[in-house]
């Protein structure tokens, strides 16, 4: 992990070591510098000055795109950006042991990272308004910086990216968090990111499609359906966090379960299993499993059909892609074309939950997807398209999906529909939910595990340990203390 040494005083500015002035932030919901009840005028209007537009295209008129001769692969004529590939994965996780599917290769390492400030006292984030073409509703709030490597070197030959000279090297300030993760497993291959925050105490001119926010707001527009992008959920997830005490949270001890949020959060007692003992049963899996990864030719891909304007499965379902054409006049570049995957239908991505001895737990579990590059990661309880399992009987439908999708209402503490990266599908959108699961029997089925919020914030300084669907949920648990 790349860190900055910070000047002195700043990390520990106020005699506040950092995760509690994150947790001051967060109990902080109203912000001096944009108030959130101006933030809905706010995006209106980054929305309306800005010129957008998405149009559904064949592939014949991607600009700079191909399928090539020798593999039917689609690439992009300069060689970099993506490609959309073939892949054959055999394994023995689940149910299938071996398939063919296209996959999106991008074998560079982007940057996802918010800057943050003190204003106040109290930690800000500096956020965007961002435009991505697979959004479902064009404009979401998403990190300062949010840029694959094609694009902060400027393959595309457009503007420079605003802020990044604060994420890399050389550079001023304090690295508050820095870690490599993974973005989808069902679509990219070995994709993975830099996560970052990083701390300025300098001036910053404010520009135009971006505002300060405390991580107080942020947390209230985690409650809204397509609001917050995952790449600010990613980066979200790995802040770490204090045990939120104080009277802004008193309200807790009426609510047994956010009084069992804030023990876990906090992490000083009541862990089922060590942290030891965790990280010990992700690299059992590690070892137990296999996948085998091998890259074909798109056009050698069985069960898939290839047609003028979309590559989709014979079955329809799982996912397609697409061609579409971007206008953005607040992008580096104003217009271009490019591929996105477009799932077939909402996924959904639940943790269940239960309070031990007033702590709560999660239970997570260890899942190989096709482009996961260590052959597992932490997931959510459940994670998959329900749409894939339509005609699947029963007994080998993902564990607990059934239980996800008849719960009482009343046991749901956390249900938004999030939007996942617009910059490489289309309108895909999965269905966030943590669910009071307190029936649940104790006993961990092969491959789950039941882990505190803390334990899975320690997780998360590290690199490729939860997967993205996995992250944004820890994101949103941070809603509810």
């Known amino acids: 992990m790349t860190t900055t040494a910070a000047r002195p ?5 106020h005699g506040r070591r950092t995760a509690e002035r994150f947790t ?7 912000g001096r510098l944009l108030p959130t009840e101006r933030l ?19 592939f014949a008129d991607l600009d700079g795109w191909r399928f090539a001769e020798d593999t039917g692969n689609l690439v992009h004529a300069s060689g970099r950006f993506f490609s959309v590939e073939g892949l054959e994965v055999r394994t023995d996780f689940g149910r299938t042991p071996r398939w063919t ?8 390492i982007g940057i996802v990272g918010i800057l943050v400030k003190e204003f106040d006292g109290v930690l800000h984030c500096l956020m965007q308004a961002k435009m991505e073409p697979g959004n479902v509703n064009t404009l979401q709030l998403s990190p300062t910086v949010q840029a694959t490597r094609s694009n902060y070197t400027r393959v595309h030959k457009g503007s420079a990216i605003p802020y990044l000279e604060h994420f890399v090297a050389p550079r001023a300030g304090a690295v508050l968090a820095d870690s490599l993760q993974s973005e989808q497993g069902a679509w990219f291959l070995h994709k993975r990111n830099r996560n970052m925050v990083v701390e300025t105490t300098e001036d910053v001119e404010v520009r135009d499609d971006f505002c300060w926010l405390t991580l107080g707001q942020i947390h209230e527009l985690l409650r809204v359906d397509n609001l917050v992008n995952m790449d600010a959920r990613t980066v979200l997830s790995g802040i770490p966090f204090a045990r939120p005490d104080g009277p802004a949270r008193a309200v807790a001890g009426d609510d047994p379960f956010r009084a069992a949020l804030v023990e876990s959060v906090g992490g000083r ?3 089922l299993h060590s942290t030891v003992e965790v990280l010990s049963w992700l690299v059992e899996a590690k070892s137990r499993h296999m996948v085998a990864q091998r890259r074909i030719p798109l056009r050698a891909l069985e069960g898939w059909r290839c047609g003028d304007d979309v590559i989709s499965h014979e079955a329809d379902k799982y996912f397609q892609v697409v061609g579409v054409r971007v206008e953005a006049s607040s992008r580096e570049v104003s217009s271009w074309t490019q591929p996105l995957v477009a799932p077939v239908g909402h996924g959904i991505s639940a943790f269940l939950t239960r309070r031990l001895d007033g702590v709560l737990h999660v239970l997570a579990q260890a899942r190989a997807e096709a482009g996961t590059l260590d052959v597992v990661e932490v997931a959510p309880t459940v994670h998959c398209l329900p749409g894939n399992y339509r005609d699947v009987p029963a007994e080998e439908r993902p564990p607990f999906l059934d239980h996800v999708l008849s719960v009482d209402r009343s046991r749901i503490r956390y249900e938004v529909l ?8 289309y309108h895909a959108q999965n269905r966030y939910q943590i669910i009071e699961a307190d029936d649940l029997p104790l006993a961990e089925p092969p491959g789950y595990c039941w882990m505190t919020v803390a334990q899975l914030m320690s997780m998360l300084r590290l690199s490729n340990h939860l997967n993205v669907e996995a992250r944004s949920l820890v994101a949103c648990l941070q809603t509810l203390w």
Do not use: H, M
């Open 418 to 425: 999030q939007s996942e990266e617009g910059g490489r599908f």
């Open 269 to 271: 007692r009541g862990a």
């Open 40 to 58: 809905d005028a706010w995006l209106a209007e980054r929305a309306g000055v800005n010129r957008f537009a998405v149009q559904r295209v064949p």
């Open 9 to 13: 005083g700043l990390v520990s500015a």
């Open 24 to 30: 001051e932030s967060a109990l902080v919901t109203d």
């Open 101 to 108: 599917q296209p996959i999106i290769n991008q074998p560079e």
